[in-house]
């Protein structure tokens, strides 16, 4: 069976509602992503999951899956006819029946750290026996390895991870990073998040790889400090906890930041500064990870 794909350009007035019209069109599905993704005007959007409502983009797309059968041209005729006053653009196209998992899981290849390291997919066999292999399948948390900070980090942990220092993974998701070193060897490893699906995640991402972590959410009480502290969320959030990463980092103890575009850069070290002193810092498909040593 085949099906018809169609994708319209919005602004983000109107973005919500054309979904909800779609859907009452007979949609299967809806989708909406940001039209500048991976481009270098891409516009940067998060909320908390507890304060902040759905936000959505300046330019949005929204792709509609509906069944082969369907007339494609009067659900655009409909579209134009309630959202007239809209300068939108849709195309239609056909998509093949298949094999959606094995076509999701083609899209997730293992990943290479510097031939040290590899985070793998539990449907691929382990390439490097000697290597230390991460066994990760894309979830609902973040972290799956395939992002540029994601990558910086994992470089810097291989880096300044030892079996005698403690380390903090403050924004865990899917924790990946506090897995990591745990496996590079560290002494004890504290993963925090504000999400419950990610702690859950996290939890479950370590039982397979067989570590112990100590997960918390972030409205717990968190008392302990550690050698390392290592952050991989955006410049906002980022902005905001400077005081918190701070206090749960060592004296003479190592902070990484990420997620972090190389405009915001100096920003986040003008606030970071009060504590820290600063490494070069290392970028990646225009993100940046920031370093440094508390003083």
């Known amino acids: ?8 350009q919005t602004s983000k007035e109107d973005v919500d509602s054309i979904s909800d019209c779609l859907i009452a069109l007979g949609a299967i599905s809806t989708s909406i992503e940001n039209t500048n993704l991976n481009q270098n005007n891409e516009e940067l959007i998060f909320g908390e999951p507890h304060n902040q409502a759905q936000q959505f983009w300046e330019n949005n797309t929204v ?32 998509i093949p029946d298949q094999d959606w998992v094995k076509l999701t899981q083609s899209q ?10 590899w985070i793998i997919p539990s449907w691929h066999k382990i390439q490097d026996k000697k290597a230390i292999n991460l066994i990760l399948d894309p979830g609902l948390a973040f972290g799956t390895g395939t992002h540029a900070t994601t ?28 897995i990591a070193a745990k496996r590079i060897g560290a002494k004890k490893v504290f993963g925090v998040d504000i999400d419950d699906q990610a702690i859950k995640s996290s939890q479950e991402n370590a039982k397979i790889n067989n570590v112990e972590i100590i997960w918390n959410n972030t409205e717990n009480k968190i008392d302990y400090k550690t050698d390392l502290v290592v ?5 906002g959030a980022l902005s905001v906890i400077a005081p918190i990463l701070a206090e ?20 986040i070290k003008k606030i970071y500064s009060k504590w820290f002193d600063f490494n070069p810092s ?8 920031i370093s440094g040593t508390k003083r």
């Open 1 to 8: 069976m085949s099906w018809t794909n169609l994708i319209v």
């Open 63 to 94: 792709q509609a899956l509906f069944e082969k059968s369907i007339d494609i041209e009067l659900i655009k005729a409909a579209l134009t006819s309630k959202f007239n006053s809209l300068n939108f653009s849709s195309a239609a196209s056909d």
């Open 108 to 117: 997730f290849s293992p990943i290479n750290i510097q031939n040290k390291l």
């Open 151 to 178: 990558h910086l980090c994992l470089i810097w942990l291989l880096k300044n991870v030892n079996k005698n220092l403690t380390v903090l993974d403050y924004g865990c998701g899917s924790g990946i990073l506090g």
């Open 231 to 235: 952050a991989n969320i955006l410049s």
């Open 248 to 267: 749960h980092c060592n004296t003479q103890g190592k902070i990484a930041l990420s997620g972090i575009l190389k405009s915001q850069e100096k920003d």
């Open 282 to 289: 290392s970028i990646k498909d225009g993100w940046v990870l």
